[in-house]
């Protein structure tokens, strides 16, 4: 009875469709064809989310793997071993975990080897006549966990030095590109080349033993950060037409020389600014973009340019160190639009104005820090030793006293106090570095450090190939149907 009853009325439905797809022309293009399923797929994992959402999948809920949310709880689930930083979240219950391991810290978000930005201040060593830690000391320090002595130190720079010049092809490689091409992306060409002459990929194809992967991966690593400056240098020097590229003086440090190679190197102020740069750049624990991507891209024994490069693709995204340029670019337009000395209420209004074109505020807000970034304070506290009165200077100050209140009030960030990037562009563009699509250069030169670390390690210690488990979202459908 009841299939007799139905059959018309599923006939009566199916046939207007068959109609349909007759009579309308079906899209030729496979953009115009995704373009009609993007919004059926949407509605699908809204229904699949409303269904299944608070059901438990593993240590996760099946929403948590579609939303916002999955950065959050990746943040906080434990996946990855990163020896050289640890971050403090600031607050929340991931600190109880984090409180476990350091059992007498304060909130203080980045410490190397468990040591905080102060206290490195305090111990690296340091250029004679300078104040701020040598970003080789703290090299050390991430791949010994040991506070290296003045005369380790200056012979790292003098290694550096030494394996600082970079092949021919890859200088060509450079010089061809056209100034257009974003800097980061000339970087990251420059740096996936030199696995020409990787050290670890000969070895490989020359059968050598897992257990001494870690001493050809070394090598990479040290070859990897020594010639960094000869292609940012090149790169800056490409790029903003400054002329001649000079060579590296074997008897300076490894800041004082990049700074040479942007033009730079005889502005001691500038120079001391790019040591305590580098150092506060170099690591921010394991899981952010640049430091997870070049220690996933590892785990395939990619040698660590291939690693690095790959890490500075994602270093460039606007969400991670694009942000520095974002920042700058966000400034800039702002002060253009309300002059340099503009009210609270003038200020206020740009920042919600943005917030209400869709856009996020650059600088602020972090996946896991929930307290002022130390690293902004650090570069605050240079500025107001060296640039008190520096008009930019003073608008981020502003900038900083109104951004957490809006963005608590808009109700969305779970972190609404600034980050690394928020402060970093103001510094350069005080010593005439104002070229802002070059800052995310400096952030990868920085970053090699704890992501090249970190490397050695994994070769030395044996890690694991990473495999995360995926599913579709018709595997979820299928799993969860009928079920609780
Ligand atoms: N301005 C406006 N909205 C923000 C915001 C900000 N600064 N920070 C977060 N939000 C929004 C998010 O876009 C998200 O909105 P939707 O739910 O509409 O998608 C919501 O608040 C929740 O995000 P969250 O959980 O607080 O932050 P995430 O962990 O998802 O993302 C980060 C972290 C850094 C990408 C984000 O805070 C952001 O976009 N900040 C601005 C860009 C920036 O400064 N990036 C540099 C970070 C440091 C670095 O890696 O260099």
Redesign the pocket.
Known sequence: MFLRASRPSLLRTAFPAVRLSSTVAKPVSLKDRLAELIPKEIENVKAVRAEHGKKAFGPVLVDQLYG?VL??VL?RLPALIWDGSVLDPGSSFTRLFFLSAHPRSPEEGIRFRGKTIPEIQAELPKAPGGSEPLPEGLFWLLVTGEIPTQEQVAELSRDWAARAAIPEFVEEILDRCPPTLHPMSQFSLAVTALNHNSAFAKAYQDGISKKDYWGPTFEDAMDLIAKLPNIAGRIYRNVFAKGKLPSIDASKDYSHNLAALLGFGDDPAFVELLRLYITIHSDHEGG??SAHTGKLVGSALSDPFLAYGAALNGLAG????L?NQ?VLIWLRKMQSKLGDDPSDEAVKEYIWST?KAGQ????????VLRKTDPRYTAQREFALKHLPDDKMFKLVGQIYNLVPDI?LE?G????PWP???AHSGVLLTHYGLDQMSFYTVLFGVSRAFGVAAQLIWDRALGAPLERPKSYSTAAIQKMFAGKP
């Open positions: 916002q950065t959050s943040s952010n973009v606007p969400l991670h160190g942000a974002e917030l996020v505020v650059p600088g602020y807000g972090h996946a963005l808009a969305k960030a779970k972190n980050n690394v990037d």
